[in-house]
């Protein structure tokens, strides 16, 4: 049963709009979420980062958000970069000794000039 | 620089062939662990090590064996593959696991069983 979900493979945008990357949780006891962006070649590589104490986390164009009652989160990207054309995957874990991170399938993103 | 590394990055080999894909990382982290990429499965876990000498299975341990006798290395080895283990290999290490710990990964490896 998948704990992490990321229910679109693919998404399109246009360079200088917002690229929005849902993800979907079931498990309750996740209390922290990852993003990893990984390009063709290579492995992936750490975004961004939310607790479930908070509802918001900034970085640049990336913006994270939590709906924790909707075991919901989405992770923006604004303005949207040919660059940033890349999977992303999702990623959750619990709090305490539950270490292990769950990664969703990802999705691919596609920037276009 | 702060790294992780696989070898070899592409592998091609014939079932039964027993292979072994090196990891080893240089941030002196407790925690590493193997996953697995495949289309439409997302990155699944294989297994995972909290410290040295302690393993343990992820989601999906059929068919490997892990190691882990010193702190750097963590190798991953497929005693006989067979064609349903060709996928692409991805090493990982971090300090011990929990909170906004992330994970750091390697380039990864593409096997390929025929």
């Known amino acids: 049963d998948q704990q992490v979900k990321q229910n679109s493979p693919s998404l399109s945008v246009q360079e200088g709009r917002i690229s929005i990357l849902n993800c979907d949780y079931t498990?309750?006891?996740?209390?922290?979420f990852l993003w990893y962006k990984k390009y063709p070649a290579e492995g992936p590589t750490f975004l961004i980062s939310i607790s479930s104490i908070k509802d918001k986390n900034e970085d640049g164009r990336f913006t994270v958000f939590l709906n924790k009652s909707a075991k919901h989160l989405s992770l923006h990207i604004v303005p949207s970069q040919p660059g940033d054309s890349a999977v992303y995957f999702c990623?959750?874990?619990?709090?305490?000794?539950?270490?292990?991170?769950?990664f969703g399938k990802g999705t691919k993103l596609s920037v276009k000039p | 620089e702060a790294q992780v590394t696989q070898n070899p990055r592409y592998l091609i080999t014939v079932t039964g062939k027993k292979l072994t894909v090196t990891c080893s990382q240089n941030?002196?982290?407790?925690?590493m662990s193997w996953y697995r990429q495949d289309p439409g499965l997302g990155l699944r876990q294989i297994y995972y090590?909290?410290?040295?000498?302690?393993?343990d299975k992820g989601d999906v341990p059929e068919g490997y064996k892990v190691s882990r006798k010193e702190k750097r290395n963590f190798p991953l080895i497929l005693e006989s593959p067979s064609p349903n283990q060709t996928s692409l290999y991805f090493c990982?290490?971090?300090?011990?696991?929990?909170?906004?710990?992330?994970?750091?990964f390697g380039q990864g490896t593409r096997l390929t069983v025929v």
């Open positions: 090590s909290m410290n040295v000498e302690v393993t």
């Open positions: 498990n309750s006891m996740f209390d922290y």
């Open positions: 941030m002196n982290h407790e925690y």
């Open positions: 990623a959750a874990r619990g709090g305490g000794s539950q270490g292990n991170l769950i």
């Open positions: 990982a290490s971090s300090p011990i696991p929990g909170g906004l710990t992330e994970a750091f």
